[in-house]
């Protein structure tokens, strides 16, 4: 079952733009994790945010978590071409219900952006 | 530096064929793997996750099992595909230190699964 859900499905913005996504969560969590997918390709770690955290920041990206809300964004500052990707966010949830917590991912962002 | 192989990158195969992906990671001991499957603008599913040699464990009743003969090796199959089973197939590593999820993942590049 799906724990975290992105917003929007899709953003389009122009290269030097700000990107911002969202993703909301249902149940508690310990820590929340942003992954980049470029087109048929794996997914790419970005930014783990741990539950104690309100924010974080690697170099052009930064994470908020707002744990009351059960929300977090991403936001990418000046945007490149290659940034253009699949945004997911992933949120740990019990899995086989043995005590055993995986990460569960949302369908993600698709980001286009335009030159 | 740790690296993460898929094999293959895009496999095309009949209804009722066998299966066997295989993923194989270096440069790290005693990971935590996975297998995940992704459909068309779908989020990621998880299959299989396996913390040791040996080790399995599902949550999604299906017709693939998953196999860790070795430290460091990861083997998704079927005997019998079905039409349901297309899609893209990740396989994925995490340090085994604490919770697996409260660890990044490291991802394969995905093998591309047709099932005619």
């Known amino acids: 079952s799906q724990q975290g859900e992105e917003d929007p499905q899709a953003l389009s913005i122009q290269e030097g733009e700000n990107a911002t996504m969202n993703c909301s969560y249902k149940?508690?969590?310990?820590?929340l994790q942003w992954y980049r997918q470029n087109s048929g390709r794996g997914l790419v770690h970005l930014i783990l945010?741990?539950?104690?955290?309100r924010e974080k920041h690697s170099g052009r990206l930064r994470v908020t978590l707002d744990t009351s809300k059960k929300s977090s964004s991403l936001l990418i500052t000046a945007s490149r071409a290659a940034d253009t990707a699949s945004y997911f966010c992933?949120?740990?949830?019990?899995?086989?219900?043995?005590?055993?917590?995986?990460?569960?991912f949302g369908k993600g962002t698709k980001l286009s952006v335009i030159p | 530096s740790q690296t993460i192989h898929q094999w293959p990158a895009t496999l095309v195969q009949p209804v009722g064929s066998p299966l066997s992906l295989e993923c194989t990671v270096e440069?790290?001991?005693?990971?935590?793997l996975y297998w995940y499957r992704q459909a068309a603008g779908r989020g990621l599913q998880l299959l299989f996750y396996?913390?040791?040699?040996?080790?399995i464990s599902s949550e999604v009743p299906q017709n693939l099992s998953a196999s860790r003969p070795q430290d460091r090796q990861f083997i998704l199959s079927s005997k019998k595909l079905l039409l349901s089973d297309s899609g893209f197939y990740l396989c994925?590593?995490?340090?085994?230190?604490?919770?697996?999820?409260?660890?990044?993942?490291?991802f394969g590049d995905g093998t591309r699964l047709s099932i005619l």
């Open positions: 149940t508690s969590i310990n820590n």
């Open positions: 994925a590593w995490s340090v085994s230190t604490g919770m697996g999820s409260n660890q990044p993942q490291h």
């Open positions: 396996s913390v040791g040699i040996g080790q």
């Open positions: 945010i741990r539950s104690n955290e």
């Open positions: 992933a949120t740990p949830r019990s899995f086989s219900g043995a005590g055993s917590y995986q990460l569960t």
């Open positions: 440069g790290t001991s005693n990971p935590n």
